[in-house]
Structure formats: structure tokens, C-alpha cells
């Protein structure tokens, strides 16, 4: 090949490859990475969101069997068989609701209180909070952590991203008005930027909207049943409402991992019971 064809063949090449600088070009393509992310996103994807143990029954205090008209020896636990109209939920006379529990007809056993039938999946799910379409799973009491560190980790590499192009979005413009780059390079810059900034945006929306869920602990289905309330039951404190979700070691809090500790000693975190404010005021 003589010089002058080889630097022909050099000037076309140049030409095709997209204009994104000479260390962005080979390492940033144009969706936002965090779809490509290897560690937080399958953690809420493959993660159990939790489900109901098979012939599940509410656990009975001695106080509340014989106010229902059975003996004192006959305490029942949470392996007894209770008729499913006695799982109904039940009022006090402060008008706030004393036991949670109900029976799901649909799968034919217990509700523990929080859960919630998921039509798409066909399951209760414990604590459930939503079924999330980017994750293809439902998001309940086992992963809720996943999810979130999902969304703040796709929100820091989607804002990295944006950062990164942004001296190419720039540049794009320029280029547009000179004629200088072709139609294609243009397009790709122009989508990368944009895609990366709405998600970007998007995720610090959902960000802040689910640190208010975990500050009151409340979950996505809650918030109608919160409002219509004075004093949201479960609400313990932020403190207390935050270790409710991510665990006690702080170690831990930016992972998708719990302590055994905490497992054992916090029981929203296996989705069957949750403290109320009246457990802690009394
Ligand atoms: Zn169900
Ligand atoms: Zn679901």
C-alpha cells in the first residue's frame, strides 16, 4: 500500500469512528452503563422478595385467645390452623388496626400484616412494596435493600456518565453547526448524553421518594392506608425506621449482605412481624 493510499485508508477511518475524544471513544458506548453493571443490578433481580411459608397462621396471645372464647391452654402459635374469618383484620377502640393479618383467597393461605398479593406474580409477597418492571421481580421484605442500593449505584454511574459526555454534548453542538461529524456520530452522541441524564434524573426522583418511604417506614402500597391515619403504626423513628430496611452494621449498609445478628434480632427483615409504635412506647 503506498503512503499516500495508507493515509487515505487513515483520514476515512477516523471519519467512521464517533467523535468522543480519544479515551472516551473506545470505553463509553452510548446506553447508560449501569444497564451493563455486573454487581448491584441482578442482586434485586434474582433475590427473593419473600413469600409466605406454606399454611401459615398468625401467632395468638394468650390475652387475645381468651378474648376470642378458648381456654388459656390452648395457646396458639404461628403453626396452628386458624379459620380463615378469624384472620380478618380487627379493630381497636382507638380506631387503629390491632391485627393485620388476613387470609388470601387467591393462594388459599394466611397474610401475614404488610403482605400483599402480587397479581403478576401470582404470590403474596412479604412487606410487599411493588412489582418493579426493571427488575422483573417484586420487590418485598428480602430485597428492599437490593432495590435501593440498585437504584443508588445505577444513579451514580448513570451521573458519571453524564459527566463524562458532557464535554462531547458540547462539542456536539459545534460539529452540528459546522457539518463536520456525520449524521450518525451526531445521533449517538446526542442519545447517549440524553438517555444518561434522564435516567440520571429519573433515578434521584425514586431516590428521594423511597428515602421518604424509609424514613417513616412506609412501603409504596402504605402510603394511601399512612394518610388516612394519624400516627402511622410501624413508624419507630428514623433511626429505628432505617435499620428496619438496611440493618444495624454499618459496615454493611452500602452492600447487599445482612448480618446474622441482625437477621435473628430484627424481625422485619424475615417479613412475618413487625414491631408497631406501640410495642416501643410501651
Ligand atoms: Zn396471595
Ligand atoms: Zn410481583
Redo the contacts with the bound molecule.
Sequence with gaps: MTPRRRNRRRLLLRRRRPHLGPTVASRWPPLPLSLRHPLPLPSPVFKDPGSVPENWRPAVTEEENLEAGGSSSSIMTSSDHVAPDALVPTWSSDGLERKQAGY?A??Q?G?PPRCH?CSICQ??ILKMDHHCVWVVNCVGAHNYKFFLLFLVYTFLETTMDTLVLLPNFIQFFSEAMNHSSSPGNLAIIFLAFVLNLAFALSLLCFIIMHASLVSSNTTSVEVYEKKKTIRWRYDLGRKKNFEQVFGTKKVLWLLPLFSKEDLENIPALQGLEFPTRSDVEA
Design positions: 388470601c387467591h393462594c393461605n397474610k398479593h404470590r403474596c
